[in-house]
């Protein structure tokens, strides 16, 4: 039957022919090629994990080869190692409107998250209200009731719609802390960042954006925005490979007050004199917990140079066109066969992702996986496809639901072996 499905999917088309003419008008499809992707595949989950630079593998092979095995300890300082955090931070900082020395690339986002959420609760002690939303990536609430239960027991954590009003109605005098994601992981759905934390800081209320599905996906302002604290991951649109390293972002206006919680020996002010009473570093740095994974670092390091060859509205503008076709073919030729677009269809609302819901959407996305085009799955019933400009084409776009619309009118999907769950989804 994978043959059938195959079969109908390669199968020329008027549309196929326009999106092979779009592709080869594309001032980004260089990129493609800076990108290792298995021939054969279309690759739509770049929006949970991104591809791999080319250059990845020769850059850690460089670092190990030359300086772990020959330089051994003194690479810490001839290649600067030790500064990794803040050099790599401050690469970030360009790519979402951040300035030199408020971005701090460490550590993991849910670890990055309590450090920003308790720094920030500090500094709105006399208040009791937290709120996040319903739909959150879950490690989000996950971090913010664990914090409330141990550390701020007072507080309380209000939770909002999928909709930005639903945030404003629970905002009042009493709101501490706004913890919200930009781009919804389920959905796709795209908050207004500039709308929501001017309201906030209306009631005197401080702001963490969640930036992990926003970032290397669309155009960020966090100091048009006035922000006040942001966290994010690397490995997904940022193609910084399984295990890179997550960041946050603290306002230069906050730095001098703030605290981190995590009081590790990196982030003292003169962590190699190994005082033993600590005392914070006057910078970014003081977020700063333990000695940093070198390694971690160097694929996101070739990815930010891929980015610093073009720029995040063009980079936007892409994406828009690649989600509105999907989301414009999937209505046309997937709607028939039970299948649901939940991202919203106003470019301005929506991120880089498209989501479907299918009540078994779990054995279909992975007979279409099988079948060459990889997206992931979210239960109970969301199949997501993620749109990164740097290497997604137009064609893939077409082949992605001509090989969808394939298996579901073959019913390849119904094969027992696809009902079988795995640990990672």
């Given at each position: 039957?994978i043959?059938?499905?195959?079969?109908?999917?390669?199968?020329a088309?008027p549309?196929?022919?326009?999106?092979?003419?779009?592709?080869?008008?594309?001032q980004?499809?260089h990129?493609?090629?800076m990108?290792?992707?298995p021939k054969?595949?279309?690759?739509l989950?770049?929006n949970?994990?991104?591809?791999m630079?080319?250059s990845?593998?020769?850059?850690?092979?460089?670092?190990?080869?030359e300086?772990?095995?020959?330089g051994?300890?003194?690479?810490?300082?001839?290649?600067d190692?030790?500064m990794?955090?803040?050099?790599?931070?401050d690469?970030?900082?360009?790519l979402?409107g951040?300035?030199k020395?408020?971005?701090?690339?460490?550590d993991?986002t849910?670890?990055?998250?309590y450090?920003?959420?308790?720094?920030?609760m500090?500094?709105?002690?006399?208040?009791r209200?937290?709120i996040?939303?319903r739909n959150n990536?879950?490690?989000?609430?996950?971090?913010?009731?664990?914090?409330?239960?141990n550390v701020?027991?007072?507080?309380?954590?209000?939770?909002?719609?999928?909709?930005d009003?639903?945030?404003l109605?629970?905002?009042?005098?009493d709101?501490?802390v706004?913890c919200?994601?930009h781009?919804n992981?389920?959905?796709g759905?795209?908050?207004?960042?500039a709308?929501?934390?001017?309201?906030a800081h209306?009631v005197?209320?401080l702001?963490i954006?969640?930036l992990?599905?926003?970032?290397g996906?669309?155009?960020?302002?966090l100091t048009?925005?006035?922000?006040?604290?942001?966290?994010?991951?690397s490995y997904?649109?940022?193609?910084?490979?399984?295990?890179?390293?997550?960041?946050?972002?603290?306002a230069?206006?906050h730095?001098?007050?703030?605290q981190?919680?995590?009081t590790?020996?990196q982030g003292?002010?003169v962590p190699?004199?190994?005082?033993?009473?600590?005392?914070?570093?006057?910078?970014?740095?003081?977020?700063?917990v333990g000695?940093?994974?070198?390694?971690?670092?160097?694929p996101?390091?070739?990815?930010?140079s891929?980015?610093?060859?073009?720029d995040?509205?063009?980079?936007?503008?892409?994406?828009l066109?690649?989600?509105?076709?999907?989301?414009e073919?999937?209505?046309?030729?997937?709607?028939?066969?039970?299948?649901?677009?939940?991202?919203?269809k106003?470019p301005?609302?929506?991120?880089?992702?498209?989501?479907?819901?299918?009540?078994?959407?779990?054995?279909?996305m992975?007979?279409?996986?099988?079948?060459?085009?990889?997206?992931d799955?979210r239960?109970?019933?969301?199949?997501r496809?993620?749109?990164?400009?740097l290497?997604v084409g137009?064609?893939?776009?077409?082949?992605?639901?001509?090989?969808l619309?394939?298996?579901m009118?073959?019913?390849?999907w119904?094969?027992?072996r696809?009902?079988e769950?795995?640990?990672?989804?």
């Amino acid at each position: 039957m994978i043959d059938a499905v195959k079969a109908a999917r390669d199968a020329a088309s008027p549309q196929q022919k326009e999106c092979q003419k779009l592709d080869w008008e594309d001032q980004l499809a260089h990129f493609r090629q800076m990108f290792d992707l298995p021939k054969g595949e279309i690759y739509l989950d770049g929006n949970s994990l991104g591809a791999m630079p080319v250059s990845a593998v020769p850059a850690m092979q460089e670092a190990m080869s030359e300086g772990w095995a020959k330089g051994l300890i003194r690479s810490w300082n001839a290649r600067d190692w030790h500064m990794l955090p803040v050099t790599v931070g401050d690469r970030l900082a360009k790519l979402m409107g951040a300035k030199k020395g408020e971005v701090l690339a460490a550590d993991s986002t849910s670890v990055n998250l309590y450090k920003v959420f308790c720094a920030a609760m500090n500094l709105r002690s006399d208040r009791r209200k937290v709120i996040s939303e319903r739909n959150n990536f879950p490690t989000d609430v996950h971090i913010l009731q664990g914090a409330i239960a141990n550390v701020f027991p007072k507080a309380e954590l209000a939770l909002a719609g999928d909709d930005d009003d639903s945030v404003l109605e629970l905002l009042d005098t009493d709101t501490a802390v706004v913890c919200l994601s930009h781009v919804n992981y389920r959905t796709g759905r795209l908050r207004d960042m500039a709308r929501l934390t001017s309201a906030a800081h209306e009631v005197g209320a401080l702001v963490i954006w969640d930036l992990a599905h926003s970032l290397g996906a669309l155009p960020v302002d966090l100091t048009g925005c006035d922000a006040d604290f942001a966290v994010g991951c690397s490995y997904k649109y940022m193609n910084g490979g399984p295990g890179a390293p997550a960041w946050l972002f603290v306002a230069t206006r906050h730095l001098g007050e703030v605290q981190n919680p995590l009081t590790g020996w990196q982030g003292h002010a003169v962590p190699f004199a190994f005082e033993i009473d600590f005392q914070p570093a006057g910078s970014i740095e003081k977020f700063r917990v333990g000695t940093p994974p070198v390694l971690s670092y160097l694929p996101l390091m070739e990815s930010l140079s891929i980015f610093e060859q073009t720029d995040m509205q063009a980079l936007r503008d892409k994406s828009l066109r690649l989600t509105g076709m999907f989301i414009e073919l999937a209505e046309q030729r997937l709607v028939q066969h039970g299948l649901s677009v939940i991202t919203p269809k106003e470019p301005a609302e929506r991120g880089s992702q498209v989501a479907l819901t299918h009540e078994n959407g779990w054995p279909i996305m992975q007979a279409l996986i099988e079948a060459g085009v990889i997206g992931d799955f979210r239960a109970p019933d969301i199949l997501r496809f993620g749109f990164t400009p740097l290497y997604v084409g137009f064609e893939d776009v077409w082949a992605a639901v001509a090989t969808l619309e394939a298996i579901m009118e073959t019913g390849f999907w119904r094969e027992d072996r696809f009902s079988e769950r795995k640990l990672v989804t």
